[in-house]
């Protein structure tokens, strides 16, 4: 729905008259820039630190696309074989679910967010429904993360 321009923002919401003249159609985690799909997910500078992060975990250079579809096709253009593969897709997925729940607690209940804190819990996300999804018998962030890069070095 992130990438296809069809989540419910302010500004969405606001060229369908859901939103009347007076509410605030700013990005909730900025405050200061229109709340569309691109800025919440993509350019706000909360959501490219979110980003940032989680690519500084993979080990992986990357330029801001101009787009959400931009990134998805970036995205899924890795290199990455198999249960790598999975991971960095989840990650992807992860990252635009979890961005919007954050925005919808700052929204609904006025609970804050700190890049770090999303972070953590987008890594939590991913090692939990990849370890789902494969029954990987890891219990903890860390020791999955160790299994990812011990993965790798085998690789090379």
């Known amino acids: 729905m992130a990438v296809q321009d069809r989540v419910p923002t302010r500004s969405v919401l606001f060229s369908k008259n859901i939103i009347q003249e ?13 709340e569309t799909p691109e800025h919440l997910f993509l350019h706000c500078q909360f959501s490219w630190d979110v980003w940032s992060l989680l690519i500084d975990w993979w080990h992986v ?18 290199g990455f074989k198999n249960l790598e593969k999975y991971l960095w897709e989840t ?26 804190d999303l972070g953590e819990l987008i890594k939590t996300r991913v090692v939990m429904w990849v370890k789902v999804k494969f029954d990987i018998k890891v219990h903890s962030v860390k ?13 090379v």
């Open 91 to 116: 990650t992807f997925h992860a990252t635009i679910w979890s961005v919007w729940l954050a925005r919808n607690e700052i929204v609904f209940n006025n609970v804050s967010w700190r890049v770090e």
């Open 143 to 155: 020791d999955f993360k160790g299994y990812l890069d011990g993965m790798r070095k085998e690789k």
């Open 61 to 78: 250079c990357w330029v801001c696309p101009g787009s959400l579809i931009n990134l998805f096709t970036w995205w899924k253009g890795s």
């Open 22 to 34: 007076g509410q605030s159609i700013l990005c909730p985690f900025c405050s200061l820039h229109l």
